[in-house]
């Protein structure tokens, strides 16, 4: 049996959906819950129902389209990915894996292809961490790896917790309820972009994933003394922003002197206040970003901050206070999985490398109740978060059609 993508259904929706943003073309910028989140959800639930899929929702807004297979009770095959966009983002992350899982799963439907499992596109909530301040956020809930307690307390930036602000949304129902069973994937599988430059450099259409990267994030509060930035001499200063800067530094060599490529460390965001040039600086926000392949030695490099922080709080008598987010263990890929994307790909002569995913994903989450695989494809120069992301039609339709062999295989 073969499959057929429809290229300018595909490439025309990946436009479609783009044009749900809250920035001017070509950035993208869709934050959760927003009104242009909501809309673009909207959106994406009419495209499934056109396709024949029922679609819900849960609590958290977690949506899910599913086409029945003929043995109703077997476990399901999952594909997937997310909509949400950080500000000034592009219009592929995320949205290749969930408008090409649904273009897969129509070329399956057009074939006359009849699945035994019953097979699900998710598109997750909030996998970016922008308005929360935790990343995958739905598959958090849909893994029990975050408590509904924990999640419904979580607050935006203008103090508004999750649960008001989802309700807001029209998403009601009890977070306890979003948590999914052990055993109700099969498999789950993940398109994406590679957001990464190794793929272009090797000149390799595809990706398979077989680890995925382990993520921590933290938020640290720097509370020094504000004042006049003429009137406060610099022996008396208690400058919460240069103290910062050292941490800052110090946290950006910590990742280059640990002794390995796949450490890395990010300040991502640097709030500080008053915010006026001429007022010294009395407090600071700093939300840090460690991740690595490695869990031992990514967690030694988040106690090298907090040990690292006491020292410039006490070196520039500032207060400095630290709050883990989460901090997740990598994830192995199964290894039937990996086989049948393989199978897929030499089925069409396709070559791929074996890799890392340095990023992580909701399939990190997912892979806590699921075996999970992921594909990727290339992205011009790596880019990603950005406007100039891109990612070439041919490499899009490739993955599409090597997905859905693979749900066919794993569902049939």
């Known amino acids: 049996m073969s499959f057929t993508i429809e290229r300018d259904r595909l490439l025309s929706e990946i436009d479609a959906l783009a044009a749900f943003s809250d920035a001017e073309p070509p950035a993208v910028t869709r934050i959760v819950f927003t009104p242009t989140d909501l809309k673009a959800r909207a959106w994406m639930k009419a495209r499934c129902k056109e396709a024949g899929l029922s679609v819900r929702q849960d609590a958290v807004g977690n949506t899910f389209a599913r086409w029945n297979g003929y043995e109703p009770a077997a476990p399901v095959v999952g594909t997937g990915s997310h909509i949400d966009a950080i500000p000034n983002a592009g219009k592929y992350d995320g949205v290749v894996g969930v408008l090409g899982g649904l273009e897969a799963i129509r070329s399956l439907k057009q074939s006359g292809f009849r699945p035994k499992h019953t097979i699900e596109l998710l598109v997750f909530t909030s996998e970016e961490p922008t308005r929360f301040g935790i990343g995958c956020l739905g598959s958090r809930l849909l893994s029990g790896t975050l408590a509904a307690d924990t999640a419904r307390k979580l607050t935006d930036n203008d103090g508004i917790t999750l649960d008001e602000v989802r309700r807001q949304a029209g998403f009601d129902g009890e977070l306890e309820q979003v948590k999914f069973p052990n055993d109700y994937y099969k498999a789950f599988i993940e398109l994406h972009i590679e957001q990464g430059p190794l793929l272009e450099r090797q000149h ?17 509060l720097i509370e020094g003394a504000g004042g006049h930035a003429g009137g406060v001499l610099m022996p008396d200063r208690h400058d919460a922003l240069c103290a910062a800067a050292e941490l800052i530094l110090a946290i950006e060599s910590g990742a280059r002197g640990s ?14 206040f008053p915010g006026a040039v001429n007022s010294i600086p009395s407090r600071v926000r700093l939300s840090v970003d460690v991740r690595d392949t490695d869990l031992q030695r990514r967690d030694g490099l988040v106690r090298t901050i907090e040990t690292t922080s006491q020292a410039v709080a006490a070196k520039r008598k500032v207060a400095i206070h630290s709050e883990l987010l989460n901090a997740d263990a990598p994830a192995d890929c199964a290894p039937a999985i990996i086989e ?42 790596g880019y990603s978060h950005r406007p100039d992301e891109y990612a070439h039609p041919d490499d899009i339709v490739r993955g599409t059609l090597v997905l859905a062999e693979t749900l066919a295989a794993l569902s049939g």
């Open 204 to 220: 390799t259409p595809l990706g398979i994933v077989t680890k995925i990267a382990a993520p921590a994030s933290l938020r640290i």
């Open 259 to 272: 002794g390995a490529m796949d450490t890395v460390a990010t300040v991502g965001i640097c709030e500080v």
């Open 340 to 381: 049948a994307l393989s199978q897929s790909c030499s089925k069409h002569k396709l070559n791929f490398l074996p890799m890392v995913s340095r990023a992580y994903h909701d399939s990190l989450l997912i892979s806590r109740i699921a075996p999970i695989a992921m594909l990727f494809i290339p992205c011009r120069n």
